[in-house]
């Protein structure tokens, strides 16, 4: 397009900004209503037990107490996948699961509430470790899965749901390869996102089976569908969406926290509100599954991968909602950074006595590659192969194809993206630093440094469905109905700039309404990357059919064709003659007009990263210092120049390439709890120690819609940490396969640490 | 949060009687950085009845220097003792010590006698009791302590018995190498008790009723001072391990030295040991690396910290070598409070 845009490219303040640093924004805590009360909950001090008894007379008696609930009072509501998982149980299965609700007016009565219900347990053996969990014997966290294996299906993704890659001929692969290598590695951490704003709801039952939900959510439509299949479609359930604050692709799957919320709204007959504790939110919450691969690898001389094979256990906790579908999606991610013909990867889903597992972003693409990469390293490594070369040669190419999540074959239609490693790796001088595998680019005295790269790329840019109203008042103003909430992303400034350019209209005269699930169409929400492509052309194809619906309804008044006619600050004009001209109004004041817009999936498009990093390792005491990041992308054009720049510099934290360094969620093996729920102990990044971050971002023709874009959000965060763990190996000359690079595996790595069992499996 | 009672004391003699009276459920109040966590977490047993605030007790936050004794008060904060320029002159590793401490923030709160007086930092300890209960344990006088066959990657590697929690103070651990002493004030009384031998294994050797009301610090000449502390971040993190060291070195010979190590034992330990071996010698780093290798000899590592030793090592080489700690580890960001 010729025309120059007016927004789109363009620095324009988000729409909710001075409200957020103004604190004006109302996010769920903040919400006040009549006869408000608070739930807490219970939680179990066991891993696994069966509650034998529990008495919870003392604490109805307590004043302002309205609602106690047990295993025993609630209805049979499940989730999870498969819906197995009751919201309160006969038997509890990790430390922290619910026991008890209680709903009072005010939160201290609550609390003390819980305090006044006696349990008895009995004990069950547990089991934390998913290689534990698989062996005969061990103790069963539902009777109805045997060997702790959880079923693969995830039945919104079909009968073909991907639960592995399987194609070609892997032994006659092993046969041409110049060299094989077989290695295990696990990305186990379980790193936390940990978005600022805790997890909350409030529910209000009313009867007969009308439930209103204001819930912290990413996607609100989701959301309904999750919780409606828990409580039962029956059930006339609204969702209504509100400001996130932070999400990270985690506050999709709240249906547990929502559950209570309407089981205490229900017996007490008053909307209840539930806000998790910070440690509640790290010690009890939903968590990145675990990942650990045994995987054989052949090669070519040339980088040429001629087959993989091997076994991919992800570690779900508890119970799940998503984690077949992370499978499914990560399976598909590592065919585009690995080209190869032959493949023999399965998956085994093994629950434990943990926290349940969630979505996360990086959703099983960056739990496959943090565990697969190490070790297509070590055949990279055996032929001394250039990793960026490598990865330039293997990323998906125009023409590629892949099996994406729903088992179909797509071809990809995308870009090249060889174009902007190249341009990351002459920003980073990759060529002066990578002095080959396991060599430090430099060393001073104890002090060595290391290089690494990653990437990581999704198909998700154009996964599920997403749907928009818009209407058009003939005053000139234009609002979009989507039940996408904003969650820090800034995107739903960003549709409205898409619907200006679309539109001609003034930013200042197009809204956006509440997410609220009861007046806008369904939309799956901002979930991987799929913000500006998916949503975006939704919300544009909506404001097109209301801009034809306009013009129509113009053509005749200006005696002129739809198609000779274009719109502009509220004005149509014949674009021949722009003097024959009529503003909006002269359609009819009382007239509305609705765009409707609808995206469907579309695998055949891909995003990509490539990070490349350096560290400095002090070998005498084991710390690694990162010291820059250059992150290298093509994002089609770019939107909104500040909101992808704070994606890229967000690739540290929220278990991105710190979940390599030093974010962890340590799990005492012996009791069951989490050691470091709190913003101290588990170790977060503060501002005072940000390294030098690069962003390339190349601004190609993506064929996506009109603007040309895709989004690469989600991403940023995953091709990190990967390239941490090659850069740290590099500099001390040994290997490391777990995560993170802590102070005390270096050591041990180095040898350096006398005494007991050190480094190892978290 | 529960309820409790709240004092206002304005003089010592109130405090303490105020903490006797309540025998033992009261808690002190002067910066509450630490106290907080306690009442949010209730991570011991039974809650406070009553929170006594100090912060009125005129005159608890001087710091000054008489007959060759410099004092600080309980009550000065730690970007006061960062920012004083008579400690900066007599005993820089205090001052380092006290910026090493959390944020700028937390700094401008929390007081010396606090950071001196703080809970350990053991995650079995502090476990939140709203997650599935408090945790039971050796220092609540109601259980073993789960540390020794659990994760230990932040526990003592010297000194431990019964608990193997350790000191998370910075200041303890400078003060310690100044042969500080802490006045402690009592129904009795005041008594002085050295910084090296105020923490026990299970606590410290504050009796009911008393509380710290200053630090004596002995002025000498030990000019070669340095505190460094390595931690996983630098601003808002305990240290890992952290060193302290004192010395006068006269035409390149030591003539005298004090090494304290702090994050690996219930207390700071002093270096015995190693002190003497470099009284007489020239600063090399063959005699640091002695030195380090003496002052860690007694370490008795568990299943998981014995990573601890190395970095100790490492740092009491470089702190007597006058070298960077090295990562996150240099004094934390000093220097921001002034």
């Known amino acids: 397009m010729a025309k120059e845009y007016r927004y789109i490219g363009k620095k324009v303040p988000r729409r909710d900004a001075v409200d957020i640093v103004t604190g004006a924004v109302n996010y769920l805590d903040d919400l006040r209503m009549a006869k408000l009360l608070y739930g807490k909950v219970l939680r179990s001090p066991h891993p696994h037990a069966l509650i034998k008894n529990i008495d919870k007379s003392r604490a109805e008696k307590l004043e302002g107490v309205k609602a106690v609930l047990t295993w025993e009072d609630v209805p049979d509501w499940r989730g999870g996948t498969p819906g197995m998982t009751r919201i309160l149980d006969r038997k509890v299965r990790f430390v922290g699961d619910a026991v008890a609700l209680v709903a009072a007016t005010t939160e201290e009565i609550a609390l003390a509430a819980l305090r006044l219900i006696d349990v008895e347990y009995e004990v069950l053996p547990a089991v934390l470790d998913i290689e534990e969990a698989i062996k005969p014997g061990a103790p069963l966290v539902y009777d109805e899965f045997e060997g702790n294996i959880v079923p693969p299906e995830f039945p919104l993704f079909g009968p073909g749901c991907l639960t592995g890659v399987s194609m070609g001929d892997v032994a006659q692969g092993f046969d041409e390869a110049d060299v094989v290598v077989e290695g295990t590695c696990g990305y186990q ?125 992800v570690g779900t906790g508890n119970h799940s909602t998503t984690t077949q579908a992370q499978i499914a999606v990560g399976c598909g991610e590592i065919q585009l950074m690995t080209r190869c013909r032959n493949w023999d990867l399965k998956s085994a889903i093994v629950c434990t006595n943990r926290n349940a597992s969630g979505s996360v972003r990086g959703f099983g693409g960056q739990e496959l590659k943090c565990a697969f990469v190490p070790i297509l390293c070590l055949a990279m490594e055996k ?125 200042e005269k197009i809204s956006i309404s509440p997410s609220d699930s009861t007046i806008t169409p369904f939309d799956f929400g901002p979930v991987g990357s799929r913000g500006t492509y998916a949503i975006g052309s939704a919300a544009i194809a909506a404001a097109e059919d209301a801009r034809r619906k306009l013009l129509e309804l113009a053509a005749p008044l200006l005696d002129a064709g739809v198609e000779d006619l274009d719109t502009e600050d509220g004005m149509i004009f014949v674009k021949a003659d722009p003097d024959r001209c009529l503003p909006w109004i002269a359609v009819g004041h009382d007239r509305t007009i609705l765009g409707y817009g609808r995206f469907e999936p579309d695998f055949t498009l891909a995003n990509c990263m490539t990070t490349f990093v350096e560290v400095e390792v002090d070998t005498e005491t084991g710390k690694v210092t990162l010291l820059e990041v250059v992150n290298a992308t093509d994002a089609g054009k770019i939107i909104d120049p500040p909101g992808l720049e704070g994606q890229l510099n967000g690739c540290l934290g929220a278990a991105g390439i710190d979940s390599a360094l030093f974010e962890e969620t340590i799990v005492d093996r012996g009791t069951g709890r989490i050691l470091n729920a709190n913003l101290l102990d588990y170790k977060w990044r503060t501002f005072a120690e940000l390294p030098v971050i690069k962003n390339v971002v190349l601004e190609s023709a993506i064929s996506s819609h009109r603007f040309r874009a895709v989004g690469v959000g989600e991403v940023s965060t995953a091709a990190g940490p990967t390239a941490i763990l090659m ?36 | 949060m529960r309820n409790f009672e709240h004092l206002q004391a304005t003089s010592i003699a109130g405090a303490v009687a105020a903490l006797t009276r309540f025998g033992g459920k009261a808690r002190l109040n002067a910066g509450g950085t630490d106290l907080f966590g306690l009442l949010k977490d209730q991570y011991l047993p039974g809650f406070p009845d009553s929170i006594i605030n100090i912060k009125g007790i005129q005159g608890l936050d001087a710091i000054g220097e008489e007959r060759g004794t410099v004092t600080v008060g309980a009550l000065a904060k730690l970007s006061e003792l960062s920012r004083s320029h008579l400690l900066a002159e007599r005993f820089p590793a205090l001052v380092q010590a006290a910026g090493a401490v959390a944020s700028p923030q937390i700094r401008n709160v929390a007081t010396v006698g606090g950071n001196l007086c703080q809970d350990v930092r053991c995650a079995y300890y502090r476990y939140p009791s709203h997650v599935g209960g408090a945790i039971g344990c050796a220092r609540k006088g109601n259980g073993p302590c789960l540390a020794v066959r659990g994760d230990n990657r932040y526990h003592a590697v010297l000194g431990g018995r019964k608990c193997y929690a350790v000191c998370p103070s910075d200041t303890a651990v400078a003060l310690a190498a100044l042969d500080a002493s802490l006045v402690v004030a009592g129904p009795e009384g005041e008594r002085r008790i050295g910084v090296a031998e105020f923490y026990t294994p299970l606590g410290n050797r504050l009796e009911r009723g008393e509380m710290v009301v200053r630090i004596e610090i002995p002025t000498s000449s030990l000019p070669h001072q340095r505190f460094a502390k390595f931690a996983l971040r630098r601003p808002i993190d305990f240290a890992i391990v952290s060193v302290a060291v004192a010395a006068s070195v006269t035409d390149g010979v030591c003539t005298e030295a004090r090494i304290a190590l702090g994050a690996v034992a ?73």
């Open chain 2, 266 to 338: 219930p207390g700071p330990v002093r270096a015995g040991e190693a002190e003497s071996f470099l009284r007489g010698k020239r600063l090399t780093p063959e005699h640091a690396t002695r030195a380090a290798e003496l002052a860690l000899s007694g370490a008795k590592p568990l299943s998981r910290n014995g990573y601890k030793v190395a970095i100790a090592k490492t740092l009491v080489k470089r702190a007597l070598l006058g070298e960077a700690a090295g990562g996150a580890g240099e004094y934390a960001d000093v220097g921001l409070d002034r």
């Open chain 1, 189 to 313: 951490n379980l790193p936390n996102a940990i978005p600022p704003e805790p997890p909350g709801v409030i529910a209000l039952w009313e009867e007969p089976q009308r439930v209103t939900i204001w819930a912290s959510t990413q996607a609100p439509a989701v959301d309904r569908m999750i919780l409606a299949g828990v409580i039962g479609w029956e059930v006339d359930l609204k969702v209504l969406g509100h400001p996130v604050g932070g999400s990270f692709g985690t506050k999709i799957v709240v249906w547990q926290l929502e559950s209570f919320a309407c089981a205490l709204s229900k017996a007490s007959g008053m909307p209840v509100k539930m806000v998790l504790s910070k440690e509640e939110h790290l010690a009890t919450f939903v968590l990145r599954p675990e990942s650990r691969m045994n995987a054989k690898v052949g090669m070519k001389r040339d980088g040429t991968v001629t087959a993989v094979s091997g076994t991919w256990l």
């Open chain 1, 383 to 507: 032929l001394g192969i250039d990793p960026l070369d490598f990865i330039k040669k293997n990323f998906i190419k125009p023409g590629d194809g892949y099996f994406w999540r729903d088992g179909s074959w797509y071809q990809y239609r995308g870009i090249d993206y060889s174009p902007a490693m190249d341009q990351g790796a002459e920003r980073f001088g990759w060529r002066d630093k990578w002095r080959g595998w396991l060599r430090p680019s430099s060393v001073n005295g104890p002090l060595r440094r290391g290089v690494g790269v990653g990437v990581h790329g999704n198909a998700d840019i154009g996964e599920d469905v997403s749907e928009a109203y818009l209407r058009l008042t003939t005053d000139g103003t234009a609002t979009l109905f989507s039940c996408v909430t904003e969650h820090g992303t800034g995107q739903r400034s960003n549709y409205l700039k898409m619907i200006a350019e679309v539109l001609g209209l003034p930013l």
């Open chain 1, 727 to 762: 850069a740290v190996s590099n500099a001390i000359g040994v290997w490391l396969v777990e995560y993170p690079v802590t102070p005390e595996r270096v050591l041990a790595a180095l040898n350096r640490v006398a005494g007991g069992p050190q480094g190892g499996a978290a």
